[in-house]
Each structure stands twice: as structure tokens, then as C-alpha cells.
């Protein structure tokens, strides 16, 4: 039987080439080798606050972008979390199982809600609800960028503390961190990740930017100090931008660097571009190509494979903890 993998993205904002490169493309590179499911998280989404009609809008985009992206609905389990009524009763009994000092550590938290009176109770639980998409599928491998390593090890901690509470229930799954494109940064600061959230536009190529925007991004994106255009730590620009190049282009890491040896910055920068430009411009031709209903079709189809499973999981949960 085919190992599984359950991975998801949150319908909010727009996605860029960060989400793309740490996440997505992994998804599709690893879809046929597993069986895969692959969420749109919208009860994710309201843990902050969302207008009903862009969620509903946006809902539909992100199947869009899976889909245009490569995720195969013949080979993948493409489905909406509220979907499947499962994830959030999975996570109200994990809720109960997690402690509040390990919620408490999640650095996702301590950025976007401490301190924070306002911050919803359902921010503080986000990762439970996660720990709950991935376990209800009896996952073995979950493909996400860096930034979502610490919830996968909660992930593992409840799973292990459940077994070992009430008995063998639940595999324990493990990430897939992509060696290369896990942590794409920002453009204007590379220090931080290229961020949905960021108030800056220019921070960030979204999948879905014109030619033009993107050309002038690149152009304008901060560089270091120097003019070599190599792979190096210590100028993370650079390295930044050439990360990109390299997984966009295809062209192996080490003959980047030799690629780009003795041009500068600009010529560089004009190439990256190019790049970019050519390796979207497919993709938002496809995604023009999905109308709403068969979006619809694809989802409802999705969601009832995904519930078969989910319902097998949490009868079994139920039943071992003396609930029903
Ligand atoms: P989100 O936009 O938070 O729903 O994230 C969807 C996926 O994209 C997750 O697997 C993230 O880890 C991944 N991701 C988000 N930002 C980046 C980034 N800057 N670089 C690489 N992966 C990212
Ligand atoms: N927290 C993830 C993010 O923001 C999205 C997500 C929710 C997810 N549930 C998941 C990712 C389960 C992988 C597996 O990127």
C-alpha cells in the first residue's frame, strides 16, 4: 500500500513563489509516489479575522492555484477542511490532549497573537486544529515549508501521547522540509520570510503578478554588499535571489554560480526576471482555465473520499477514549 501524505494551504491573501517553492511544488512532485490529500484549510483562515465574501472567493482561487500548480485531481484528493466536519471535532478532543504551555512556545503564536487581548482563542489552538488535518488521515509524510516544523513536531508529540494514553491510534507522521526553497525571503528584507501577511507588496512575487510587476520587483529587490552572485550565508540577498533562480530555471545549483561568474548585479537581476516571467506564465494561463463548476465537482468528489477515512479515524478515537 502506498505510504500518504496531507498537506494544506490557508485561503487567504495571495500566494507567492515562496508557498510555491517550499510547499507546492513538492506536492506535485511527490503526488503520484503517495496517496495525497491536499487542503484548502478555511477554518484555518478565521482565526483571524476575514470578510465572508472574499473566504468564500478566495476558497475557490487556492483549488484553482492546486490545480494549476500540477496537483492532479485523478491522482490527488483535492477537499475543503469545513468540508469534512472531522477536523474540527478531532480537534476539540486534541484540545484536550495538548497542554497549554506547549501551545504556549509556538513561535506562530508569540508572533501573531501574544500580547494580543483581542487575539482569538481559536489563534492560540491553530496548530492543534493542524495536528488534526494531519492525523485523521493517518498521514507518513507532511510536505510544508520550514516555518511549519514546529507544529509538525506537536503534531508528533500529541500523536505519541495519545497512543500511549489509549493505545496504538494514530501513525506518526513526518515532514518533508525541501532541502533547497524551504525559507524563501523576503525581497526588501531578507532577513524575513516572504510572508502572505507582509504590508508590502513589493516583499513579495505572487504567483498571479503580471510581467511587469514582476520585472519591476526583481529590479527594485535589495541586494548585498559586494558583486559576487554566489550561494553564501553571510549575503543572504543574494542568495535569496540566486535560490530562486536556481529552482525556477532548473539549472543545477553549482552551475549557477558559474552561470552568473563575472556579470553583475544587473544583468543578473535581468535574467531572474526572464526566468520568473516564463516559468508563471503557464501556470496563470491554467488557472484561467478552471470555471466554478467543475472547481465544485473536483471538491465534492474530494471531500467525500476524504470523509470515508476521517470517519474511520474518529470512530476509532471515540471509541478508545469511551466517548459514545
Ligand atoms: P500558508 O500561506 O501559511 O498557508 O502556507 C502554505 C505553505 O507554504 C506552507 O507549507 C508554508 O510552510 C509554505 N510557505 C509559506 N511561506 C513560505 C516561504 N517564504 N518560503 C517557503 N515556504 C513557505
Ligand atoms: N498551518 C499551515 C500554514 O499556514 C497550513 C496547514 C493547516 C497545514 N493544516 C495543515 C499544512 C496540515 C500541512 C498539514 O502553512
Redesign the pocket.
Known sequence: MKKRIF?G??PT?K??I??Y???LRNWVALQTEYESFYCI?NLHAVTLPQDPSTLKRKTLDLARIYLAAGVDPEVSTIFIQSDVSEHAELAWVLNCVARMGELERMTQFKDKGKGEERASVGLFTYPVLMASDILLYQTDLVP?????KQHLELTRDLAERFNRDFGETFVVPDPYIPPV?????SLKEPQK????SDENEAASIFLLDDPDTITKKIKKAVTDSGTAITFDDSRPAITNLLTIYHLLSGLPLEECEEHFAGKGYGDFKKELAEVTVEFLRPFQAKVREFDDATLKAILRRGAEKASAIASETLRNVYERMGIR
Do not use: F, P, R, W
Open positions: 498537506s494551504a490557508q491573501g500566494l507567492h515562496g508557498n517553492l517550499g510547499a484549510v510544508v515549508g520550514q516555518d511549519q526553497g524551504a525559507a524563501i525571503m520570510k516572504m510572508s502572505k
